[in-house]
């Protein structure tokens, strides 16, 4: 089955710079990549995804790239503000989304 | 829409008894989802239902876990007997996969502590 590992497990950035996450998959037919985003103490919500017939998107500070070949993503945060601080999972499905493995997560704190 | 509701939100128990978690899903959601999440392991996927039906059960640790789906607006997961073990916040996700690519959109979550 599917394995998805990220990395690292912890990120600390000062504030207004850059944060990147990385994950790797394992199964080549993996055709979608979500990103969720967990505060403290919150349930996980979407932040961006991509498709498997694409290799970058970008919303706003944040961008994810897709290298296929390698079966990595990435997610890319710039200008990290204090509220970008949480708990970051990244996910692979070979099913368009109907269900996905999760990664171990990416903790970020952003320091004033 | 109010989301996805879970309750009750914490539940302490002692071990040996049976827990009850309940989930309604978002209405006309055909995808739900129950995942467990603890530091040690993450987040795991322990079952999913596609109209009711449950598709993939593999991610349930052991038979003393068991989850339902009776209607489009209720699912509950059931552990009996509980084991401290079972320590952790379970959530309840729900998605609609009409046009493929479903975002997930998950429930507050049960804190569970078994004593």
């Known amino acids: 089955g599917e394995n998805v590992e990220q990395h690292p497990s912890t990120l600390s950035v000062q504030e207004g710079d850059s944060a990147v996450i990385k994950c790797t998959y394992s199964?080549?037919?993996?055709?979608?990549f979500p990103w969720y985003k967990q505060e403290l103490g919150k349930r996980p919500q979407l932040i961006i995804d991509?498709?498997?017939?694409?290799g970058e998107k970008k919303d706003q500070r944040i961008a994810v790239t897709l290298n296929k070949t390698a079966k990595h993503f990435s997610l890319h945060i710039t200008e990290t503000q204090p509220e970008d601080s949480a708990v970051y999972f990244c996910?692979?499905?070979?099913?368009?989304?109907?269900?996905?493995?999760f990664g171990p997560g990416t903790r970020l704190s952003v320091l004033p | 829409d109010a989301g996805v509701i879970q309750s009750p939100r914490h539940e302490v128990t002692e071990m040996g008894q049976e827990v009850t978690l309940r989930c309604k899903p978002i209405?006309?959601?055909?995808?739900l989802f129950w995942y467990r999440q603890t530091m040690m392991r993450g987040l795991e996927l322990l079952i999913y239902?596609?109209?009711?039906?449950?598709i993939d059960d593999s991610g349930m640790p052991e038979d003393r876990f068991s989850a339902k789906m009776p209607n489009a607006s209720f699912s509950t997961l059931k552990i009996q007997p509980s084991e401290p073990r079972d320590s952790a916040v379970y959530f309840c996700?729900?998605?609609?996969w009409g046009l493929g690519y479903n975002e997930q959109f998950f429930g507050p979550g049960t804190r569970l502590t078994v004593l």
């Open positions: 996700a729900s998605s609609f």
């Open positions: 199964d080549s037919a993996s055709n979608y």
């Open positions: 991509i498709r498997s017939n694409v």
């Open positions: 996910a692979a499905s070979v099913n368009y989304g109907q269900n996905f493995v």
């Open positions: 209405s006309g959601h055909d995808y």
């Open positions: 239902f596609n109209n009711n039906v449950p």
